[in-house]
């Protein structure tokens, strides 16, 4: 996609950033008042300040992402 047509390329991107914004806002405010930070992190299979970075990040509580 990137060769033949690259808007259609960063267009699609952004799309999936989107999604994955909307879909990942609720979803992390909901597992930040669910578990704790080591909780998070396992079940996303990371270590504890990459969850906390990524819970920031969806939860839109970091002005850093």
């Known amino acids: ?3 033949s047509s690259p808007v259609t390329g960063v267009r699609a991107a952004r799309r999936l950033e989107v999604v994955a914004e ?16 080591a909780q998070a992190a396992t ?3 990371l270590d504890e300040h990459a969850a906390r ?12 992402c």
């Open 53 to 64: 970075k990524l819970m920031a990040c969806f939860g839109r509580w970091s002005p850093h």
């Open 43 to 45: 079940h996303l299979g």
């Open 1 to 3: 996609m990137a060769k």
């Open 22 to 37: 909307r879909v990942g806002y609720w979803a992390a405010r909901n597992t930040a008042s669910d578990l704790d930070t």
